[in-house]
């Protein structure tokens, strides 16, 4: 992208470089990096990126769109005020006559003029200045703000604070005086009274509110209404009281509650662990899953769905009738459901107006006393019977002596009797028991034995084999003389096969066969397996 020679290119050169420019705005190649090793934005135009020639940059860089013509003398610094250097004990030579500094003259100098001065008392020498000097630049010079403190802001805070607090007072001095006046003249007539409740309400003023002509003031927008050069205007006015907190003001984290600028709701509580009493905004999902939003939005659903099923209703075009049909729909809903729990209730009775439950059967508690001695028999008393649920217990079956579920192993339950664990199988006692196991201590010598035979595998001898894969004794002894016989053998008998004209009329056939010809016939018969018989 960056380049900085304008060098000729030949047409496939350029070819190449827009490819290049094309896979690094599609993010498949990597993008250009200048001197400094900053990488360059790909999708930055030719003629921003290129560099003008007479900088002679030879390597990419985007140094010419940056302000590369700095003065190192400019700066936008300011003086150091009440800054102090050095302050001498005695009045040194050249020093100001009046307060003993070296930094200025006695012509310049800004103290009280003293009636002797620091050069004859030689006390009270005031210390140095800080004598600064620097070339503002062009903005240093134009900044109206260069050198001002914001800490100084605190004495105008102050300032209002006191006003407000002052202000505060005085009304409260005002509603206590009118007050005992009204106190003092509640014998007076009818018409005093009044007047003085009018005047106490006028001076009932909300400390943390301004005054209703401000408040009016504020909330009156003029615009000009259809003119052209001016004339008549119109006044608008904003039903919001401009005292109120916006909800977008309320929790300025930026991880509080999302607000749509667009429709200007805040669906989450801003304030989830202020207190509920101080909070005047608990988001927009209260206010509509509460009070009467709720039930106009069941109010909804319910023309909606009365709509589809065929009823002419409709709840913007006639929202009285809505609203009737929907009373009409609830009297008829609570009657039918009234009417169908007296219906189960004829049927099955009804438990809550039957005698009350013995609180000893409710809490499990009785006056009852039982003593048992140390063995845990009982001495004095009787025994407490457990309550037994609807389901048989302690039935045992099939010759057991333990119900099923008495024993648990391996996350099975079973019988603890015999410890098996199908359920209805037929008690073996503690014969089962030990054969079960000598089966178990049989299978881990097993698995151990068979382990140890995988861990050590014995060595496989690797046999000699001969030419087309048959066994070679290892014994064998083969005269070369007769085996070379043998082979001349083999071949004249593999061309009497082939040529059945050279077949003589007396064959003769011995079952006497030695070990050389053997070994012929197998290094000379064809193989199936071998590639290379077509050849042979």
């Known amino acids: 992208m960056a380049t900085a020679s304008v060098a000729f290119k030949s047409r496939e050169d350029h070819r190449k470089q827009i490819e290049l420019e ?3 705005k599609a993010g498949l190649a990597p993008a250009e990096v200048d001197e400094d090793g900053k990488e360059i934005n790909p999708h930055i135009p030719q003629y921003m990126s290129s560099a003008p020639w007479y900088l002679n940059s030879e390597k990419p860089s985007l140094k010419h769109q940056r302000k590369w013509k700095s003065d190192p003398n400019y700066t936008k610094s300011w003086y150091d005020r009440g800054a102090k250097i050095f302050q001498a004990e005695k009045y040194r030579k050249g020093a100001c006559q009046n307060c003993g500094a070296m930094t200025h003259t006695a012509k310049a100098c800004m103290d009280r003029p003293r009636k002797i001065g620091a050069k004859y008392t030689n006390k009270n020498i005031a210390p140095d200045e800080k004598i600064e000097s620097f ?3 062009y903005d240093g010079k134009r900044d109206r703000w260069n050198g001002y403190d914001p800490s100084t802001y605190h004495r105008v805070i102050d300032l209002y604070e006191a006003k407000e607090d002052a202000r505060k007072k005085y009304l409260k001095e005002q509603q206590i005086k009118k007050l005992e006046e009204k106190n003092n003249n509640q014998e007076g ?3 005093a009274a009044s007047d003085g409740d009018e005047e106490e309400d006028d001076l009932r003023v909300d400390e943390a509110k301004v005054d209703e002509s401000r408040q009016m003031d504020f909330a009156k927008v003029e615009k000009r209404v259809r003119t052209t050069g001016g004339g008549s205007t119109g006044t608008v006015r904003n039903l919001r009281i401009r005292e109120d907190t916006a909800k977008y003001l309320l929790n300025l984290d930026i991880n509080s509650a999302h607000y749509d600028p667009k429709t200007r709701s805040m669906r989450e509580d801003p304030l989830p662990d202020a207190d509920p009493n101080d909070k005047f905004y608990l988001g927009d999902n209260q206010y509509r899953n509460s009070g009467q939003a709720l039930e106009f939005k069941q109010m909804n659903i319910h023309s909606w769905e009365a709509f589809d099923k065929g009823q002419d209703m409709h709840m913007q075009a006639a929202p009285s009738q809505a609203e009737l049909l929907y009373k009409n729909f609830k009297v008829a809903k609570d009657k039918l459901k009234t009417q169908t729990k007296d219906t189960i209730m004829e049927k099955y009775g009804n438990a809550s107006t039957e005698d009350e439950i013995p609180m000893e059967l409710l809490l499990g508690q009785s006056e ?12 004095k008393g009787q025994e407490v019977i457990l309550p037994k649920s609807k389901y048989e217990e302690d039935v045992l079956t099939n010759n057991h002596t333990s119900v099923w579920g008495s024993w648990w192993k391996d996350h099975q339950w079973g ?29 881990k010598a097993n698995i151990a034995r068979k382990e140890a035979c995988e861990e050590s595998p014995k060595k496989v001898e690797e046999k000699k084999m001969a030419t087309w894969g048959t066994d070679v004794p290892e014994d064998l002894e083969l005269n070369e003389e007769a085996l070379a016989n043998a082979l001349k053998k083999e071949d004249e008998r593999k ?7 050279k077949r003589k009329y007396n064959v003769k056939h011995t079952n ?5 010809e053997m ?7 064809v193989h199936f397996d071998d590639p290379m018989k077509d050849f042979v």
């Open 22 to 24: 094309e896979a690094r």
């Open 135 to 137: 070339e503002l630049d």
């Open 189 to 191: 007539d009818e018409a």
């Open 368 to 379: 009852r006393q039982v003593e048992y001695d140390r063995a845990g028999r009982i001495i």
């Open 415 to 443: 019988y603890r009797c015999c410890q098996q664990t199908i359920r209805n199988s037929y008690c073996t006692g503690s014969a089962g028991i030990e054969a079960a196991e000598a089966s178990l201590d049989l299978m």
């Open 495 to 501: 061309r009497e096969e082939k040529d059945e004209r």
């Open 512 to 516: 006497d066969v030695t070990l050389e």
């Open 519 to 525: 070994e012929a016939y197998r290094m000379k018969r």
